[in-house]
């Protein structure tokens, strides 16, 4: 009974373990690609040319695991409309499962579809993100439901040494 329990202990402590390092495994550069469905709330209109909202929403990792599988998103999303120009700036929070996250901010063009194209660049983050930097595209699209918007986005990275 005794080698059964030791066993056992022994067992769920590399379980443990081996969680533990794979949680905190990222390569100190390289890339990773996620889709995200975002809802924003309504814009509030400053005037006939600027409106501002935020949206939040779920992400995941095309690979199933890794950076930002099953995590958390929140963006500002600040437009200009005038004359021809449809630019959309903002900040967003990814946040992982564990807590963790990556700040990024983004630019791009909108167009009259309500689809996004833009470029994230990377800021900063926290726990196994601290010290990023990095930045890649951004693609959005409109499925005309209230606010509901998927985007898919590619992080190129670098991790201090």
């Known amino acids: 009974m005794k080698k059964i329990i030791a066993t056992q202990i022994a067992s769920l402590l590399l379980a443990s373990f081996c969680a533990g390092v ?4 990222l390569p100190k ?3 990773f690609n996620i889709q995200s469905i975002s809802k924003a709330d309504a814009p509030v209109k400053f005037n006939d040319d600027y409106t ?3 949206a939040t929403g779920l992400t995941f990792n095309e690979k199933g695991n890794g950076p930002l ?7 500002s999303i600040s437009r200009l409309t005038r004359k021809g120009i449809d630019r ?6 990814f ?3 564990d807590g963790d996250s990556i700040f990024v901010q983004y630019a791009g063009k909108s167009n009259a579809n309500g689809e996004f194209n833009g470029i994230n660049n990377i800021v900063g983050g926290t726990g196994k993100f601290e010290g990023i930097s990095g930045s890649g595209p951004v693609a959005c699209s409109n499925t005309n ?17």
């Open 22 to 25: 794979l949680a905190d495994d």
């Open 29 to 31: 550069s390289g890339s």
């Open 52 to 54: 501002h909202n935020t």
């Open 69 to 75: 599988h099953l995590g958390k998103v929140a963006c």
């Open 88 to 93: 959309v700036i903002g900040f967003c929070n």
């Open 95 to 97: 946040e992982d499962k």
């Open 145 to 161: 439901k209230k606010g509901e918007f998927p985007c898919t986005q590619k992080f190129d990275y670098q991790l201090p040494e």
